[in-house]
């Protein structure tokens, strides 16, 4: 409430930034400032809470609980899911073809659905963005398609069942035709007129112009392929199959899945130093999230000009 | 269908073929025994080395080579493939057949068969039970094929090994659907590991009932801080611990239709509206508001690794049987540990489906399977190598005993194969090795124990819920909610109990009830 | 002569076409044939018969779902709860992207990057995070309650918390993301409009009601009623891995989504189970025609089809 007073108490004196930037602090900045500060530390804390579980001491979490500033720094968390890292190098590695192979897949047949649905000349563009978009209205729920993937099309226990299911997403296609819609037609005439078939003026000229909508959907399937769990869940019994998400969920009820194999451990004194419990639980968290966290600043230019475009116009 | 027809007039063909060569060859004992035994006994043991021209059997192999896809509840192993890579070489040589061997973690294997069967997606074999892919259920969905007739033919030394009264009580309407793995008395019973004990002087061996523990778990509470002095899941380790509390499931421990043990009219009952059900809730919320129970045991499935690293001094163990201290052992890091016996020993349907190997009602190859079963059965070395591995890689061989035919083992430490259920893979009571520091006869002094219970008055009868499939779908529903926290001690029992049972009244429990009532006493005149 | 002309029409565009086709088949593989395999929640499914040969069982599938209290609950959860994530969801993006707008280009970025973070975390991840805060014995909120001397909260047994906590890490999550949508938005309105309001003496907030709310109309209904199309589908990560599939919480956690599956695990009934996704997808198809039918009332252009 507070807030906003002092927002209008000020705000004849406040002049946009948007069109200028000579007005630096008043205050009504500054509370908005430290809004975002306060807002900023709420939504990092909790990361930062989980990794420092998995730097604490066993002990220290069974006695004190979860620290935010652990009492004692220890890395035996990450040791012992490094000790017999064959699972976990497996999953990174099904994850990463997966994200990667997934994504260019989808982003090609993406990126060529929506650009013939942009093209306002072509003559089944509005039949077939019906029917991309009919496929958001209404769906057959889970029961056909798990059996329509499992049964008929033969991909359980296969990576094709992590991959294929998600190439074609309706909302990508449109937001995609969102930004490619915007291409003037001019630059496709020029094409067309220096003999280009569709496909030359398609790879040529419109994809290397698109780049920030490629960006931005490319990082959407990024972001989609590498956190999924969902169709590991269902598809996935080969442990060598496993993906990162879907390792995570299983050691979440029972750690055991992660170093299943390292069996028995001799235990003739108890000595809990031998399972790092909770600590290894979050320790494996922080190594299937890091890689999306260190991933996105890089890619936030695009990102943000990406949807400027595409959600704006969609 | 009609592929089902042909394979038993092929059968019938096989059985007049190897009766008329039985007769020639002069073995043929009683020329008048039915056709059955007469076929089981010509191909009786050595079926390796089996000479004995065109058996059934070997008309089977003819067929070329085949690959079996099985499914069993054991969690993952590392080095999986280099066992199976050994195993496919004996059993390449010997039935020409490879096995693609799926391990499905406990907690998943359930719903993961579920798909698998329902989906129609290809497999052979798998293991089923009253507690994780259901026998039962399977059955009366038509998933699993009645082996009655295959079984004496493609497996004649299991179905000679296994007591005739368990056959036919493993039996539904006159059919067989799978081969159970271990026949075994069903008794409840209590682990602690003896470290434990030994530090505060308790003597295991007066405890009668699981509550005599609650001393120990009090001081383990106050002394050990890293401990939970109770183990508990969200099963609340309930199975067969009914058995204490004197009643046995007809279903599933969490669907309101039981038999009390001391029964003899032969009423079915809600178990949830026992005074010893709700005692024993009772005592479990007193527990776990002291402490002694995690607090989020509701949500835990089975801790296996935090048991093997010694964070559960006290558990529940399913089954107990004489040498069921060093059985377990390894299942806890290998730390010594002493038993008590909570409940007497029955038989029950129940055990009898407590683990089986069932075959796909629309499989190609099931004939092949069962000829698998027998050789895993026969094969010490086969049987041997999927239950512990490959020697030297992961278990070293101590010693050989000829009598027993059996090899004593020591698991090596941190190898990547140790799947420790050895029963999942063939029959639970000829097992080929027993572990470091136990007697070689261990497992026939087991069998013995096992054989000498009691059987329940429900012993024999199975439940067809096909007819109140809605009402049961239901009732999971509710128990999905409640039963995890009713169990466990999660919740205030005076006031959750009664919504319990007041839910699945609404959800049709009754009926259900009412439904095994029917059925029970038809089958009870029957008998 | 028609059909000459189609196929001519064809030919011209045929190279577009095949463009097209991989995406067309790829949806018609997973998208239509499911449709058609909605058949399955009337049929009594058998294993061996497989999926044509199974008797039809007219509507005894959907006995087990409606005769049952879960139908109005699951619903109710389902659709309160999106309610709820849609209008907070939207009021707080709409406000922080007119807080954003006001700081400069580097804060901004900053602020942006930094509430994106928990956009970029799996489900599965925020599982874990919310294990860490409510772990009635080890978490965060107990030893936080504990320093105010409150006794600590079983959190994962009581479910009148879940609606609020559901509430915030969703919002959490999406804030990130939903606020940049309209930042991108609020970039998109020209600058004059503002120079006039404020040579005509407007403050900040008649600018805000007068020129920001009303230019930004239409991007909010049209997220706004994309959203409420899919009122009658849930986030299943949110609902399954947060509360644990915590059974005790499920009054208040429990969505069709989550419902259909947690059917499915424990009674492995294909026909059951499809019979709720079915009511699922039809009622969801029937609200999201009338949302836009009711928006086209209001203003033709603000519809989506």
């Known amino acids: 409430m507070s807030l906003n007073k002092e927002i209008s108490h000020n705000t004849d004196k406040i002049i946009l930034p948007s069109y200028s930037n000579k007005i630096l602090y008043s205050p009504a900045k500054i509370l908005i400032n430290i809004w975002f500060i306060i807002f900023s530390v709420f939504c990092i804390l909790p990361i930062l809470y989980v990794v420092a579980i998995s730097f604490s001491k066993e002990l220290d979490i069974v006695t004190l609980g979860y620290r935010l500033i652990p009492s004692n720094i220890s890395l035996k968390a990450y040791e012992y899911i490094l000790r017999k890292p064959t699972l976990i190098i497996n999953s990174y590695t099904i994850s990463i073809i997966v994200t990667v192979s997934g994504t260019f897949l989808s982003l090609f047949l993406t990126s060529m659905l929506a650009y013939a649905i942009s093209r306002k000349d072509y003559r089944y563009r509005k039949i077939t963005s019906f029917y991309i978009f009919f496929t958001m209205l209404f769906n057959g729920g889970l029961v056909p398609w798990y059996i329509l993937v499992a049964k008929y099309l033969h991909m359980k226990d296969s990576i094709l069942a992590l991959i294929l299911p998600y190439t074609i997403a309706a909302w990508f296609v449109l937001l995609m035709k969102g930004f490619m819609g915007g291409i003037p037609d001019s630059i496709i005439e020029s094409a067309k007129i220096d003999g280009a078939s569709e496909f030359k003026a398609f790879f040529k000229i419109i994809l290397p112009i698109s780049k920030p909508a490629l960006a931005t959907v490319g990082l959407f399937n990024v972001l989609m392929y590498w956190n999924d769990w969902w169709l590991g869940m269902l598809f996935i019994n080969n442990e060598k199959l496993v993906p990162l998400q879907l390792m995570l969920y299983r050691i979440m009820s029972n750690i055991a899945f992660m170093t299943s194999g390292v069996a028995s451990t001799q235990v003739t004194a108890l000595n809990l130093s031998d399972l790092p419990n909770e600590s290894a639980r979050m320790a494996m968290c922080m190594l299937a999230a890091g890689p999306m966290l260190f991933i996105f600043p890089f890619f936030q230019k695009y990102f943000v000009k990406g949807l400027t475009l595409g959600a704006v116009k969609g | 269908m009609s592929k089902f027809r042909k394979v038993k007039v092929l059968c019938s063909l096989m059985i007049v073929v190897s009766m008329l060569l039985g007769l020639l060859s002069g073995c043929g004992s009683n020329g008048s025994t039915n056709a059955n ?287 069921v201290e060093a059985d377990q052992s390894p299942l806890f890091g290998g730390a010594p540990l002493v038993a008590a016996q909570l409940s007497d020993s029955y038989f029950s349907t129940g055990t009898l489906t407590g683990g089986l190997t069932a075959f796909n009602a629309s499989g190609t190859n099931t004939e092949r399977a069962i000829m698998l079963y027998e050789l895993i059965h026969n094969t010490k070395d086969l049987y041997n190598m999927l239950s512990i591995g490959i020697e030297g890689k992961h278990y070293t061989k101590l010693a050989e005993d000829a009598t027993t035919n059996r090899i004593e083992i020591d698991p090596i430490a941190n190898s990547a194969y140790n799947p420790n259920i050895f029963w999942e893979f063939g029959d639970g009571q000829h097992a080929y090795f027993v572990n470091k520091g136990t007697a070689f006869d261990t497992p026939d002094k087991k069998a013995a124990f096992y054989a000498a219970g009691k059987n329940d008055v429900a012993f024999g009868f199975s439940f067809d819920s096909t007819s109140v499939k809605t009402q049961l779908a239901k009732c999971h529903a509710v128990s999905d909610e409640y039963y995890p926290a009713l169990v466990t001690g999660s919740v205030d029992v005076e006031k959750t109990l009664p919504i319990y049972l007041e839910k699945l009244k609404n959800a049709g429990g009754d009926e259900i009830i009412a439904e095994a009532q029917k059925q029970f006493d038809a089958w009870k005149k029957s008998k | 002569m028609f059909i000459k002309k189609e196929i001519r029409q064809f030919i011209r565009n045929k190279e577009l076409f095949l463009m097209t086709l991989p995406g067309v088949l790829f949806l018609l593989v997973f998208s239509y044939i499911p449709m058609g395999g909605t058949l399955i929640a009337f049929k009594d499914f058998n294993y061996v018969k497989g999926f044509w040969k199974s008797d039809w069982s007219g509507l005894k599938n959907f006995e087990f779902f409606f005769t049952s209290e879960y139908a109005f609950r699951v619903t109710r959860n389902t659709v309160l709860m999106n309610a709820a994530f849609i209008s907070i969801g939207l009021v707080i993006s709409v406000a922080f992207a007119l807080m954003l707008f006001e700081l400069g280009k580097k804060e901004t970025k900053i602020y942006q990057t930094i509430m994106f973070f928990p956009y970029f975390l799996s489900w599965v991840v925020v599982g874990y995070i919310g294990y860490a805060i409510f772990n009635p014995d080890l978490g965060a909120l107990n030893h936080i309650l504990a320093i105010f001397n409150v006794k600590p909260i079983l959190w994962y047994s009581e479910p009148k918390y879940w609606p609020v906590i559901l509430i915030l890490t969703n919002l959490w999550k999406g804030l990130g993301y939903g606020s940049i949508i309209y930042y991108t938005g609020l970039m998109g309105i020209d600058s004059t409009y503002y120079e006039a309001a404020s040579i005509d003496g407007a403050t900040k907030f008649e600018q805000i009601r007068m020129i920001t709310l009303p230019l930004l109309t239409p991007l909010i209904t049209m997220l706004t009623l994309l959203q409420v199309g899919r009122i009658f589908y849930a986030d299943f990560g949110l609902f399954y891995f947060l509360p644990k599939n915590s059974g005790m919480l499920k009054s208040t956690t429990d969505v069709i989504d989550t419902f259909v599956f947690n059917s499915l695990r424990s009674n492995g009934d294909f026909g059951m189970a499809a019979a709720a996704g079915l009511y699922q997808s039809l009622v969801g198809f029937i609200l999201v025609i009338t949302a836009n039918a009711v928006v086209r009332k209001i203003d033709k252009d603000y519809a989506i089809f």
């Open chain 2, 37 to 323: 035994s007469t076929s089981a006994n010509t191909s009786v043991a050595q079926s390796s080395e089996a000479v004995t021209p065109a058996t059934p059997a070997e008309t089977e192999l003819k067929k070329g080579p085949v690959k079996l896809i099985w499914y069993v509840d054991v969690s993952p192993q590392v080095d999986k493939g280099l066992v199976v890579d050994e195993v496919n070489k004996i059993t390449q040589a010997k039935i020409n057949t490879t096995l693609e061997l799926n391990f499905i973690d406990w907690g998943e294997y359930d719903q993961k068969m579920k798909m698998i069967i329902a989906s129609g997606e290809p497999w052979d074999m798998c293991m089923a039970a009253n507690w994780a892919n259901n026998y039962i259920d399977n059955v009366n969905k038509g998933a699993f094929l009645d082996v009655s007739e295959l079984l004496p033919i493609y497996a004649p030394t299991v179905y000679k090994d296994v007591p005739v009264s368990i056959w036919d009580a493993s039996k539904r309407a006159g059919k067989l659907f799978g081969i159970t793995n271990g026949y075994s008395s069903n008794s409840n019973g209590l682990l602690v590991m003896k470290s434990i004990a030994d530090k505060y002087n308790f003597d295991v061996s007066k405890v009668k009932s699981l509550y005599d523990i609650e001393p120990l778990l009090e001081k383990i509470k106050q002394n050990d801080k890293t401990l939970t002095p109770l183990a508990m899941d969200k099963t609340g380790y309930v199975s067969n611990l009914e058995l204490t509390l004197g009643y046995e499931p007809l279903v599933n421990s969490d669907i309101p239709c039981a038999i009390a043990l001391d029964d003899t009219v032969g009423t079915i009952m809600n178990q949830f509206e026992l005074p010893s059900f709700k005692a024993h809730i009772l005592k479990m919320s007193e527990w776990y508001n002291k402490g002694y129970i995690k607090k989020d045991a509701a949500t835990l499935e089975r801790p296996a690794e935090e048991q093997k690293a010694g964070l559960y001094p006290v558990v529940v163990a399913p089954m107990y049987f004489p040498t």
